[in-house]
């Protein structure tokens, strides 16, 4: 082995780590002298072959040079990450002067909007709003509205049935608002005039006008001369407000085990005014909902004598009168929380 100048190697080395600007840099430096195929690490594998003078000399050198620059590197290392560090430092002060980013503000669902415009108008005319479960009992949703256990009719509600174990009284997710008719009946005293606004649960495919879930706001008046024409009044009164104009509507017979006699309110087609257009099936009506006066056996169930009272109850549907307010052909759209859709409201 040629004579070794370590003298001029650590220099070398010193200088070349110094002038290292980031740790990539540092590394291959550190490399070319410590690495496996290092300089240094070559020295130190050679001295197997010198003979025992000079390797204990040449061994001592190497392995203080190797020392020197593990702690020259140690320390740039550190410099260089420091400077780094105040860099990014520098890069996140704030500039006052700047405009302030404005933090997203949530709004309104327009099934919200909706439902408050719906509860607006209704208080308007001295209905409370009310609430009930989403989870229900058999009895409310079905048997108290006077639907009989094997009653085909019960087909009409596809429902969610709950799991029991303890529980004997079989449980569901409400498949209408009608329940909170008998529930409101039980604890208050006629004269009362409710809407119950809340989401109702369908076991049933959906498409564009089909959800399994969806809003249903329930109507009830109850006193002791209620009539169809009330029933009318109110509807007209409340699309009248709602849509800012008079809006004709028509009642259809229609089947309700609650309500007889039962019947389906039509209102006259927007986009045709009643000339006929594929929107309404060329009949210049669109159904707008179910409706009747409470069937005698809903009364007795929520503890009222039917000789005594009587009045009416219906059950519009939310989506249907916000995809009508807001022109929406798909009702998923509300319940998929596609932000490119909300943002429009
Ligand atoms: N509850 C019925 C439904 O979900 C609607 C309805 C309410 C019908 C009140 C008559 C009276 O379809």
Request: proline share 5%; net charge positive.
């Amino acid at each position: 082995m040629e004579r070794i100048n370590f003298s001029l190697l650590r220099n070398k080395a010193e200088k070349e780590i110094k002038r290292a600007t980031d740790l990539e840099e540092l590394n291959v430096i550190f490399k070319k002298y410590l690495g496996k195929k290092g300089i240094i690490t070559q020295i130190l594998s050679s001295l197997k072959n010198l003979p025992k003078e000079k390797r204990s000399k040449i061994g001592r050198q190497a392995n203080l040079l190797k020392s020197i620059i593990e702690k020259e590197k140690e320390k740039r290392e550190i410099a260089i990450k420091k400077q780094i560090e105040q860099e990014s430092e520098k890069d996140e002060s704030i500039d006052v002067t700047l405009p302030a980013k404005r933090p997203e503000t949530g709004h309104l669902h327009p099934l919200t909007l909706v439902r408050r415009k719906v509860e607006k108008i209704f208080e308007s005319m001295g209905f409370c709003v009310v609430q009930g479960p989403h989870i229900e009992t058999e009895w409310y949703n079905f048997d108290a509205l006077n639907i009989p256990k094997d009653h085909p009719a019960r087909d009409l509600w596809d429902t969610f049935w709950l799991d029991q174990k303890r529980n004997k009284e079989k449980l569901l997710l409400r498949t209408h608002t009608s329940p909170v008719q008998v529930r409101y009946m039980e604890k208050h005293n006629p004269p009362f005039r409710i809407i119950v606004p809340g989401r109702v649960f369908r076991h049933e495919a959906s498409d564009a006008s089909h959800d399994i879930q969806f809003y249903q706001v329930e109507g009830l008046m109850i006193d002791t001369d209620i009539s169809v024409t009330n029933f009318k009044g109110i509807i007209d009164q409340f699309l009248r407000k709602f849509f800012n104009r008079k809006i004709k509507t028509r009642l259809r017979p229609g089947y309700f085990p609650f309500v007889e006699p039962g019947f389906e309110i039509d209102v006259q087609c927007f986009i045709c005014q009643g000339k006929g257009c594929s929107t309404c099936s060329q009949t210049g009506w669109v159904e707008l909902c179910p409706g009747g006066m409470v069937h005698p056996n809903v009364l007795k169930a929520g503890g009222l004598n039917p000789k005594n009272w009587q009045g009416f109850a219906f059950g519009m549907g939310l989506d249907r009168l916000a995809m009508m307010t807001y022109k929406i052909g798909d009702i998923r759209l509300f319940y998929n929380g596609d932000l490119r859709f909300l943002k429009q409201f």
